[in-house]
């Protein structure tokens, strides 16, 4: 075996001879130890080099511009310059939070002695002022997408009769643990799903997304990857990029052609590697509500054996149900072999309360990939299917109740409704000159954008008409997420109309500056750090929190305090 080798080689043999002669040549005037020492030393900076050139999380581009940015921001004068721009933005976003409870305190300990029933439902009214109840016109996107007063009852009522059960504990409340593997049941079979089909009951779309990406991650990592990357439309929901971050996965986004606002489905497969763990598709997508080619994606992950995850999170109880509300749509869930998983949300369009959304498997296999077990505790061995332990059973009781309550009609009539709202919203926006539809709009989001003139100028004056709509980036636009109180009769006509009147205005003047949030939103798109944005985002989060009582005399018309009334002492 030997002499073969010798012989494969022998052509080699001068070059080797070569080498073997230069490194001698090298080395001759070092002593052992420097030999050690140098090999060591080029050793990790080689292997430093490595990393940096081929990190596995970030792109070398990504990771190049955050560490200029992170360098030019030690430089003192722009320290000062940052910081000021911060405190204003910070001093701003407090203001915009307070304005809705101003003149209120705030309580910022418990009361010496607990409230009445009285007064605390007179406390509960007060809080309950404090918020607009203009959804209820249909003048708000999204957001809330039935509150029929009926429902609503429904609800209430149910929530009461479950309100202390926790599924963390089957065996003490088998009706919810019963309750969730039907709702689980009813929603594998809305999606066509078999026997074999499984899932959870989840807090929501982000969580229902992060579980199916941690089940992705572990199928990847027991076949040796270290870091699994998943693969996603530049269009698909932030949720994969928090499942990245706190999963140490690497994410990659792929571009959507820029007519059909599907995602490039060559692009995709270019990106497929060995370390990809899951090709993702939306249906539809939120920002401009665009079914992605989920078939072509979905054969991409058969031919490759790769898992396919479809986020049906926005229309989860609207697209299945499309063919018969009389709007054909191509086949999207378990109907196509290459689909291993679909998230929807019922606290959408199922109207079920927020909090519950359910995440869905093609089999057990996969699955049982995100649970999390721990045997070892000293507390006794420890369960659990989701991100939570306990988990509020009365959500998923009132969850239950809902989809028993609509029924597979109602859910019909829902969707023939919403999807007619929303295909006659974009198609008389699409005569108005000066206004973009992206795509082709079919289930229940109207993306619109503006060859013209600034869209967040149109942005501004429909807030200015009571209109509550989401700003988008990447391009500039902004949507309308149709919903229930959209369906009402004249509330589609009455935007049609808004639309048509701010435009009308902006095109006597179409290259004028955008002022107001508009301004601050185009603002932030501009911004190449794109670390600031999230320290401004960060500025937002902790307004959340903000319990400063803000004096009277500064925020309320005459100068006279509001109070609210708590006894005890307890907004001190």
């Not at 007060?126 to 997408?145: E, F, I, N």
């Not at 600031?532 to 985002?537: G, H, M, Q, S, Y």
């Amino acid at each position: 075996m030997s002499d073969v080798i010798k012989t494969a080689l022998s052509p080699l043999t001068p070059v080797l001879q070569s080498c073997k002669s230069f490194v001698n040549s090298v080395c001759k005037d070092l002593e052992p130890w420097q030999i050690v020492l140098y090999t060591c030393g080029t050793t990790v900076v080689v292997l430093s080099l490595r990393d940096f050139l081929f990190h596995e999380d970030e792109t070398l581009k990504k990771r190049t511009v955050r560490g200029f940015f992170r360098l030019v921001k030690k430089i003192p004068y722009v320290q000062r310059k940052i910081e000021a721009e911060m405190s204003k933005a910070r001093a701003e976003i407090n203001d915009s939070m307070n304005k809705a409870v101003c003149g209120t305190l705030y309580i910022q300990r418990l009361p010496a002695e607990g409230l009445s029933e009285s007064e605390l439902m007179e406390q509960l009214q007060r809080y309950k002022k404090l918020a607009s109840d203009d959804w209820q016109d249909g003048k708000v996107s999204g957001t809330v997408y039935n509150g029929e007063d009926k429902l609503t009852q429904l609800m209430a009522k149910t929530y009461g009769m479950f309100a202390w059960t926790n599924p963390l504990h089957p065996d003490v409340f088998p009706d919810i643990r019963k309750m969730e593997a039907e709702v689980v049941r009813m929603c594998c079979g809305m999606f066509n799903g078999d026997s074999m089909t499984s899932g959870s009951v989840t807090s929501g779309g982000t969580e229902s997304i992060m579980l199916a990406c941690l089940a992705y991650r572990s199928l990847a990592r027991e076949r040796g990857v270290k870091i699994p990357e998943m693969i996603v439309p530049h269009t698909a929901h932030a949720a994969f990029d928090k499942a990245a971050e706190f999963f140490h996965m690497k994410i990659t986004h792929i571009p959507v052609d820029p007519e059909t606002r599907k995602v490039d489905i060559k692009a995709m497969k270019r990106a497929i590697s060995g370390k990809t763990c899951m090709l993702v598709a939306s249906a539809p997508a939120f920002p401009h509500g665009i079914i992605d080619d989920v078939q072509a994606v979905a054969a991409l992950g058969e031919k490759y054996n790769i898992p396919v995850h479809v986020d049906c999170c926005l229309g989860g109880f609207l697209v299945p149900f499309m063919d018969k509300a009389g709007y054909p749509v191509d086949p999207f869930d378990f109907r196509l072999p290459g689909v291993t998983s679909i998230s929807a949300d019922t606290h959408k369009y199922g109207y079920a309360p927020k909090g519950s959304s359910v995440i869905l498997y093609r089999n057990r296999n996969l699955h049982r990939r995100q649970f999390f077990v721990q045997p070892d505790w000293t507390g006794g061995i420890y369960a659990s299917p989701t991100m939570a332990g306990s988990r509020a059973g009365a959500v998923i009781a009132a969850c239950w109740a809902t989809l028993m309550y609509f029924g597979q009609k109602g859910y019909v009539e829902s969707t023939r409704s919403i999807c007619a709202t929303t295909r006659y919203i974009a198609q008389e926006l699409g005569k108005i000159e000066g206004i973009v539809i992206f795509g082709e709009p079919k289930v229940n989001v109207v993306g619109i954008g503006s060859d013209r003139f600034n869209v967040f100028r149109l942005f501004e004056m429909l807030v200015e008409k009571k209109w509550i709509l989401n700003s988008l980036q990447f391009p500039s636009s902004i949507h309308l997420c149709v919903t229930k109180p959209t369906t009402k009769e004249g509330v589609a006509d009455q935007f049609i109309a808004d639309v048509k009147d701010s435009v009308a205005e902006i095109m006597k003047n179409p290259t004028a500056d955008c002022g107001g949030a508009g301004a601050i939103y185009g603002m932030a798109q501009s911004i190449p750090d794109r670390t600031l944005v999230n320290e401004i985002a960060g500025c937002f989060l902790e307004a959340c929190y903000n319990t400063t009582n803000t004096p009277a005399a500064e925020c309320t018309p005459n100068g006279e305090h509001v109070a609210n009334g708590l006894p005890n002492g307890a907004a001190n």
